[in-house]
């Protein structure tokens, strides 16, 4: 019964990662569309996209974390 | 329903064994161990040694690639330390910043070797090094400005009446941040590794039941290729975001922004 409710738990916690999706969708669309109105700064607006991505990822990866504890551990 | 099954978890891959111990009843009940995190964090820091020792190119100074690929690094990391915090004073928090930044990339590198372990992926590592970055930079703050050092948590052009809650939710946020920095190395490494782990069971089975689903399996085995791609550039990134954050607390607690 647990059990159950644990996987059960586990599916619930991993909808977390809809939000990463979008979050990493829109971050870098910001990319595409900031380079298209000035290429020159494409370095400087990769590297802050990259640090976006990883932002974006981190909180859909506390998500998973919390599935992964529902699902191994509690 | 007593019967239980020896169950094999995708969260094996990341226990830590004792491979060599030492338990005697000597000096109150002494145990000494090697583990096998220890084993990979010592191996990581032969491995830098060594390429530091090739990057050294018998003291010509014509660089190999060797030297190439240590000069990148260092050039990577010193334009993140003097972009983030200073051009002039910022070079002080330099050889910290790379000795974080080459830590985590070696070890998360390791990590992706097939059948090692990912030191990384284990939270009381970096929970230990976030705390310590972010103790660091409060403590920095704390010596510089004395007690002017709460104006961080005052936003700018605030209206008075909010200041006690955004003072309050500026706190608790300084407060994640310990956490947070940690928690996104970890999570990420730890649930890139446990992905792949899960995918390759699910693919070792397909391939080995029969011989159309060998070929079936191709499709999941190129998809597991190409993650383990992204994992590689995941482990280059975190190693980055890592300093880069360190790097924007420090400055936060020099500037009180």
Redesign the interface.
């Known amino acids: 019964m647990i059990q159950a409710a644990r996987i059960i738990g586990t599916g619930l916690a991993t909808t977390g990662l809809i939000g990463a999706g979008v979050g990493i969708g829109v971050v870098f669309g910001a990319l595409i569309l900031g380079v298209a109105r000035n290429p020159s700064l494409r370095g400087q607006l990769f590297s802050y996209a990259?640090?976006g991505?990883?932002f974006a990822?981190?909180t859909g990866?506390?998500a998973?974390?919390m599935a992964?504890l529902l699902l191994?551990v509690a | 329903m007593s019967n239980f099954i020896n169950v094999i978890s995708p969260l094996d891959q990341f226990e830590v064994r004792n491979l060599l111990s030492l338990d005697a009843p000597i000096l109150g009940n002494l145990s000494l161990s090697l583990t096998n995190i220890g084993l990979y964090l010592t191996i990581a820091g032969y491995l830098v040694f060594i390429i530091g020792l090739l990057s050294s190119n018998n003291n010509k100074i014509v660089p190999n690639a060797w030297s190439i690929s240590q000069e990148s690094i260092y050039a990577t990391v010193h334009s993140i330390v003097t972009g983030q915090i200073n051009e002039k004073n910022g070079q002080v928090y330099f050889p910290f910043m790379y000795v974080l930044f080459v830590f985590i990339l070696v070890n998360n590198l390791i990590g992706m070797v097939p059948y090692s372990f990912a030191a990384t992926s284990h939270f009381i590592l970096t929970f230990s090094l976030s705390f310590t970055v972010v103790l660091g930079a409060t403590i920095l703050g704390f010596s510089k400005h004395g007690l002017k050092f709460f104006s961080l948590f005052v936003p700018a052009g605030c209206p008075l009446a909010l200041l006690p809650l955004l003072v309050m939710i500026e706190f608790i946020s300084y407060l994640a941040r310990n956490v947070s920095l940690g928690l996104r190395l970890a999570a990420n490494i730890l649930s890139g590794h446990m992905l792949l782990n899960i995918l390759s069971g699910f693919t070792y089975n397909i391939m080995t039941s029969g011989f159309l689903f060998f070929f079936l399996g191709l499709f999941p085995l190129a998809f597991i290729i190409a993650f383990s791609g992204l994992e590689l550039g995941i482990a280059f990134i975190q190693a980055q975001v890592f300093v880069v954050l360190s790097c924007s607390y420090i400055k936060d607690g020099l500037d009180l922004h």
């Open positions: 990259i640090l991505f990883a990822e981190a990866l506390f998973l974390m992964f191994y």
